[in-house]
Nanobody
Framework: QVRLVESGGRLVQTGGSLRLSCTIS????????VGWFRQAPGRERDFVGA????????KYVDSVQGRFTISRDDPKNTVYLDMNSLEPNDTAVYYC??????????????????WGQGTRVTVSS
């Protein structure tokens, strides 16, 4: 059984930084691309970015480009989302998800097979 567990979410001030972690178990880690999504209150779950199976390819939405970085540590079966220059608009529950589809870069939730339970990030103004 594939399981994803996010951690690292907390309250942070505007301009601050945060690292989220996503640890995957029960699967061949290198078989999956991993994406990060976020969902603010009253809104749909939005794609933030993703990293390929190899870790060589990353993709980000425009709103986080240059501020957020996704990386993977294969020996630890963990993917990280490093967030800098945080803004109140970044406040959301952040989810990681695993995909075996070539369409993972599309950011569509339908391209992802397994999801974590989410970790809450609150950015205070």
């Amino acid at each position: 059984q594939v399981r994803l567990v996010e951690s690292g979410g907390r309250l942070v001030q505007t301009g601050g930084s945060l690292r989220l972690s996503c640890t995957i178990s029960g699967a061949t880690f290198l078989s999956y691309a991993v994406g990060w999504f976020r969902q603010a209150p009253g809104r749909e779950r939005d794609f933030v970015g993703a990293v390929s199976w190899s870790g060589r390819v990353t993709k980000y939405v425009d709103s986080v480009q240059g501020r957020f970085t996704i990386s993977r540590d294969d020996p630890k079966n963990t993917v990280y989302l490093d967030m800098n220059s945080l803004e109140p608009n970044d406040t959301a529950v952040y989810y990681c998800a695993a995909s075996r589809s070539d369409g993972y870069e599309s950011g569509s939730v339908n391209q992802y097979d397994y999801w974590g339970q989410g970790t809450r990030v609150t950015v205070s103004s």
